[in-house]
């Protein structure tokens, strides 16, 4: 059976949808939707292109496997028995160019109770035996994964296996588990809900972890883990910026983007004990072989206000007694 | 100009604006000066390496305007000449192996490198009067194409070259010859001539190594030095001018690691300079590279307090008018110049340079009084590199 996850589902298109179909007790037709879609709201994709009515299809199925939408004769309507979908009904403020934090988190709860996502993608950050958790379990235990491209009897595919358990691992050689593990599932997790993110290491290859969706700025346990890690013997001690994030984000299960501010913060408040080290861009993608590779890597680093891409942080020992 | 100087008890600004790579005049005796801390690694890593066998590579560490430039230069210029090393320098070489060779020929030039190697193998062509050769090189390269002796000159140098111990593979033996013999034609060097393979090339294909070897040995005996040492700047910034493919970048690493397997069994130093990115990441691609292979790499400590100080006065001092009057070393600074500048100022080579030289810049142009005020510092200080604003917490 082929899977159902698709990276193109925008997860504020689906918020409208269900928006546009709750108006509608009695339910909405495919056809409805797609006249709702493209001629009335007029729905974009990321790149700004119209929706297709085959978008339209994978936002209206999405919905149906995440079990917000069921259908009944013909006509799709609310599933607002379920658990969480009245929440939902709630929660959702149509319109916004974004997703709430409120709206974020309980989408996030339709996927990852998800079934098919589970089995194909979730699990594989679990600890071994706990195959019942919720958002919070995967938030709290949740284990870092890796993917990365394997030659494999002479085709590429990709291999997904859990760093803490090297047993547990998946192997992904068909186009439809690609589309639908690491630029579905992978994808809404990371980009479109922020409860997991990831950062490209040259010699391991994408590091995944499950974080928090909320948190403090600066974020006072990276503050701690700074503060001891600033050596007292030597004047100054030079971090890199990628090793800090691939330890203490899965570790404190913080984003990419929360423990750089953190550090961005330190930065800005003690700048005279923090010099930050760019790096040359192209050494920074070196073994990136597209456009899309490249943007993939450079999202692993912090990038200054001038846009440089800062790779390193030397900090000065009084940064510990000041800090 | 000078007279704006005057004032400032200074004949020239000893700092320039984009402090990057050696200054004209370091010092008074125009020898470059490095901090201990930086030179004595260095020292310790060529003493130990010149008396015992094994990798000769070493991998200088440090961000931008950390220095790097600069200590590659003072090894150029200072350290390695004293231990008759001859050192060569090279600025983002390319990807490949023939890159280098390239890189390495065009510095020395084709015409100047056949007539040493000539000179030292001094050929000697049978059933030829000596006076038709003449004395110079180009005389005997005209005499050898008049006569059509061509193929007898490459045989008679092919022949010295593997009694001086420079090639021991007959191919390399030759290609060498031709390198000199044909040097009349064309007395300067392609790119083609060393991408192995293609025709005409100067290294013969699949032994591009034992031809760069001999090239090495051969400098090394015509220079008249102990070893050769390759300097090779700004590593990572090879993959700026194109983007390079997985697989060419991993022809990179394999250029590195053939020139250093060459260190191993020639007498052949290499100083490569990186930022610690690149450090990172070449570890991490070839693990071996710097582990086990560049079995020494040291990262170059930010300036210390008293480093600073050092850095700025023996620059001051060098641009002192001959008839010193008895000032402060550190003047038209004041004396707790370094007291005065924020710490991630001072610490960094470039940005210590680049403050001072707006700071006498301006002054000199401008009448500013000397010496100069700690706030006179500061504005320059937050006009170069800002402070950030500082952002309030948020949830």
């Known amino acids: 059976m082929a899977l159902w996850m698709r990276g193109s589902v925008s997860f504020v298109a689906l918020r409208e949808l269900i928006a546009y179909i709750a108006q509608h007790p009695e339910g909405v037709r495919t056809k409805e939707m797609e006249t709702w879609a493209r001629e009335k709201v007029r729905l974009r994709t990321q790149s700004g292109k119209l929706v297709s009515k085959t978008t339209v299809y994978h936002y209206r199925n999405t919905l149906r496997h995440l079990g917000i939408l069921v259908v009944a004769n013909g006509r799709y309507q609310v599933a607002r028995e379920r658990p969480f979908v009245l929440q939902l009904l709630e929660a959702i403020r149509p319109g916004t160019p974004k997703l709430s934090l409120q709206e974020r988190e309980l989408f996030a709860r339709f996927v990852i109770q998800n079934p098919d996502c589970r089995e194909y993608f979730f699990d594989l950050f679990m600890p071994e035996g706990l195959t019942d958790y919720d958002l919070e379990v995967f938030l709290e235990k949740g284990q870092p994964v890796v993917w990365r491209r394997v030659e494999l009897e002479g085709k590429r595919v990709e291999e997904l296996y859990n760093v803490e358990q090297n047993k547990k691992q998946r192997l992904i050689r068909s186009e439809d588990e690609r589309q639908a593990l690491l630029y579905g599932v992978r994808y809404w997790a990371r980009n479109e809900l922020g409860f997991m993110d990831e950062i490209f290491l040259e010699a391991i290859g994408g590091l995944m972890f499950p974080v928090y969706l909320r948190g403090p700025v600066p974020d006072p346990s990276i503050l701690n883990a700074l503060r001891e890690a600033i050596s007292a013997q030597e004047e100054w001690t030079t971090f890199s910026l990628r090793k800090l994030a691939a330890t203490w984000g899965p570790r404190y299960r913080l984003s990419l983007d929360r423990l750089y501010d953190t550090l961005e913060w330190v930065y800005r408040k003690f700048s005279r004990y923090v010099v930050l080290i760019p790096t040359s861009e192209s050494f920074a993608t070196l073994t990136a072989t597209s456009h899309q590779v490249e943007k993939y890597h450079l999202r692993g680093y912090y990038q200054d206000e001038n846009g440089r891409y800062i790779s390193h942080m030397r900090v000065h020992r009084k940064l510990k007694e000041v800090m | ?395």
């Open chain 2, 1 to 395: 100009m000078t007279g704006e100087f005057t004032r400032l008890n200074l004949r020239y600004n000893p700092f320039e604006p984009a402090a990057s790579g050696m200054p004209i005049m370091p010092t008074v005796d125009r020898r470059p000066w490095v901090p201990e801390r930086w030179a004595s690694p260095l020292q310790r890593f060529l003493d130990e390496m010149q008396r015992t066998q094994g990798t000769k590579a070493f991998a200088i560490l440090g961000e931008y305007g950390s220095g790097k430039t600069y200590l590659l230069r003072w090894l150029e210029q200072e350290e390695l000449p004293k231990r008759r090393i001859r050192a060569f320098f090279f600025d983002n070489p390319g990807v490949q192996f023939y890159d280098l060779a390239n890189a390495l020929m065009r510095q020395l030039g084709r015409e100047e490198f056949a007539k040493a190697l000539w000179e030292f193998l001094s050929p000697r062509l049978p059933g030829f009067q000596s006076s038709l050769f003449g004395n110079t090189f180009q005389e005997w390269l005209r005499t050898v194409k008049k006569h059509r002796r061509q193929e007898d000159a490459i045989r008679e140098l092919s022949r010295k070259i593997q009694e001086k111990g420079i090639a021991n593979i007959r191919e390399i033996q030759y290609k060498l010859a031709r390198l000199i013999v044909e040097t009349y034609e064309r007395p300067y060097f392609e790119y083609k001539d060393f991408v192995a393979g293609r025709r005409g090339a100067l290294v013969p294909e699949k032994e591009e190594a034992p031809f760069f070897a001999s090239i090495l040995r051969a400098l090394r005996l015509i220079g008249g030095a102990e070893s050769v040492a390759f300097l090779i700047d700004e590593f990572e910034e090879v993959s700026l001018q194109k983007q390079l493919t997985k697989r060419q970048a991993h022809e990179y690493l394999a250029t590195m690691k053939r020139l250093i397997n060459l260190t191993e069994r020639e007498q052949f130093w290499i100083f490569v300079a990186m930022t610690p990115q690149a450090a990172e990441i070449t570890e991490q691609l070839e693990p071996a590279l710097l582990e086990e292979r560049f079995i020494t790499h040291g990262r170059i400590p930010p300036l210390n307090a008293e480093e600073a100080k050092e850095l700025v006065t023996n620059r001051l001092a060098a641009a002192r008018p001959e008839q010193n009057a008895h000032v402060d070393s550190l003047f038209p600074f004041p004396k707790n110049l370094v007291e005065l500048l924020r710490e991630d100022i001072y610490s960094s080579p470039r940005r210590l340079v680049k403050v001072c030289s707006v700071a006498v810049g301006r002054a000199a142009s401008e009448e500013i009084p000397a010496p100069f005020t700690a706030e006179y510092l500061e504005q320059i200080q937050e006009e170069l590199y800002p402070r950030p604003a500082q952002d309030a917490p948020s949830s």
